[in-house]
T-cell receptor, first 106, second 112 residues
Framework: KNEVEQSPQNLTAQEGEFITINCSYSVGISALHWLQQHPGGGIVSLFMLSSGKKKHGRLIATINIQEKHSSLHITASHPRDSAVYICAVDFNDMRFGAGTRLTVKP | EPEVTQTPSHQVTQMGQEVILRCVPISNHLYFYWYRQILGQKVEFLVSFYNNEISEKSEIFDDQFSVERPDGSNFTLKIRSTKLEDSAMYFC??????????FGDGTRLSIL
């Protein structure tokens, strides 16, 4: 049973497009994390959310606790945004989604 | 900018041997974590460590695994009697306040 579901699995966009990646979870959580995994494997933490919305540069993350759903948006996408984006939830331990592979073409 | 450092970057070990993966967290951070990612699979939580003791651990983190903070700066993951299925990328992370996590670049463990 996968407690964290991400969609889509793969996403290809043209430079400049608005990107949305979705995350749904089935357990009660204390917080949700969005992570970026670079092609070389390194992982960067983008956001931690427990409610509402956060913005950092061109990235926006929202969470709806009642609906158990979070979205990550990228505005004005750029080829350097190409990476795997991972949703992870703080349950008793941390549960990870399988990731969304984003490719932004110039 | 401070960063989490992991060594070695790649470790090759014979099945049955013990390995120690090393991490130097960011110096003022209080929370420490180990994760693993088997090739082509999702990241999995192994263990979290706070105040010199394990705070949470997953089902994966059985008696084969142990963690230690031996000297106030290093944070180690020991895997005893390694198995082929232990082959994975192991990531260490640290956090000041359990909010944003700072990840190391990972250690690729290959069990032969």
């Amino acid at each position: 049973k996968n407690e964290v579901e991400q969609s889509p699995q793969n996403l290809t966009a043209q430079e400049g497009e608005f990107i949305t990646i979705n995350c749904s979870y089935s357990v009660g959580i204390s917080a949700l994390h969005w992570l970026q995994q670079h092609p070389g494997g390194g992982i960067v933490s983008l956001f931690m959310l427990s409610s509402g919305k956060k913005k950092h540069g061109r990235l926006i993350a929202t969470i709806n606790i009642q609906e158990k759903h979070s979205s990550l948006h990228i505005t004005a996408s750029h080829p350097r945004d190409s990476a795997v984006y991972i949703c992870a939830v703080d349950f008793n331990d941390m549960r990870f989604g399988a990731g969304t592979r984003l490719t932004v073409k110039p | 900018e401070p960063e989490v450092t992991q060594t070695p970057s790649h470790q090759v070990t014979q099945m049955g041997q013990e390995v120690i993966l090393r991490c130097v967290p960011i110096s003022n951070h209080l929370y420490f974590y180990w994760y693993r990612q088997i090739l082509g699979q999702k990241v999995e939580f192994l263990v979290s460590f706070y105040n010199n003791e394990i705070s949470e651990k997953s089902e994966i983190f059985d008696d084969q695994f142990s963690v230690e903070r031996p000297d106030g700066s290093n944070f180690t993951l020991k895997i005893r009697s390694t198995k082929l299925e232990d082959s994975a990328m192991y990531f260490c992370a640290s956090s000041l306040d359990r909010a944003l996590l700072n990840f190391g670049d990972g250690t690729r463990l290959s069990i032969l």
